[in-house]
C-alpha cells in the first residue's frame, strides 16, 4: 500500500464582512485520495469481514487559525472520528456482487447510515464538510486571513497500512466591523 493525501481543502465563508457580535461560519472541505480510498470495496469487505477486521476507524480533527506571523486559534476545533463497520446480510439490494454477503455501515458525526451503493460508502467515510463557527469578537475590528489546518489518521487493517496525514489550507479573508 503506497499513497494517501488529503485534497485540496477549500474554505468557504457565509459572508465577506461580519460585524463585531455576529457569529463567523466557515465551512471546510476536503477529501481522502488514493489507496486507502481504492482498496475500501466490496471484496476487500469480504476479506476483512473473514479474517475478523470489522471495524475500520478514522480519526479525524481541523483547526482554525488567524493568519500573519503570529497564527491564533479560532473557534473550537473539530476532533472526532468515523466508522465503518462490516456486518453480515441477507439483504440482496445491499450487496452488488450475487454471491457476496457483507456490507458496511457508516457512522458519521455519531449517526449511523447504511449507504446503498459501494460509492456512497466511499463518500460517507472520505468526503468532509464541516461547519465551523465563532464569534467575530475573538478576531477583533479589521481584516483578517484565515487558514485551516487538517489532519487524519488510521491504524492498520487489512486492506490498508498505518497513516496520519496533515494539509493545510490556502486562507481566505474575512472583515470584521462595528
Not at 22 to 48: H, M, P, T, Y
Not at 74 to 83: D, E, F, I, L
Not at 132 to 141: H, R, T, V, Y
Request: no cysteine.
Amino acid at each position: 500500500m503506497s499513497k494517501n493525501t488529503i485534497s485540496e481543502i477549500s474554505l468557504t465563508k457565509t459572508a465577506d464582512k461580519f460585524g463585531i457580535n455576529e457569529n463567523v461560519a466557515i465551512n471546510v472541505k476536503f477529501s481522502i485520495v488514493g489507496d486507502l480510498r481504492d482498496a475500501f470495496n466490496e471484496k476487500r469487505w469480504e476479506q476483512a469481514y473473514n479474517k475478523h477486521d470489522n471495524v475500520f476507524k478514522l480519526k479525524y480533527g481541523i483547526k482554525l487559525h488567524s493568519g500573519g506571523l503570529r497564527k491564533k486559534e479560532v473557534g473550537s476545533p473539530v476532533n472526532t472520528y468515523r466508522k465503518a463497520a462490516l456486518f453480515w446480510t441477507r439483504n440482496p439490494k445491499l450487496t452488488q456482487m450475487a454471491e457476496k454477503k457483507v456490507w458496511v455501515q457508516i457512522a458519521k458525526n455519531f449517526e449511523p447510515f447504511i449507504p446503498m451503493t459501494e460509492a456512497e460508502a466511499k463518500g460517507l467515510l472520505f468526503d468532509f464538510d464541516e461547519k465551523i463557527q465563532f464569534s467575530a469578537s475573538e478576531l477583533g475590528i479589521g481584516k483578517h486571513k484565515i487558514g485551516a489546518e487538517v489532519y487524519v489518521s488510521w491504524h492498520k487493517h487489512d486492506y490498508t497500512d498505518e497513516s496520519e496525514l496533515k494539509s493545510n489550507a490556502k486562507e481566505i479573508e474575512i472583515e470584521i466591523t462595528k
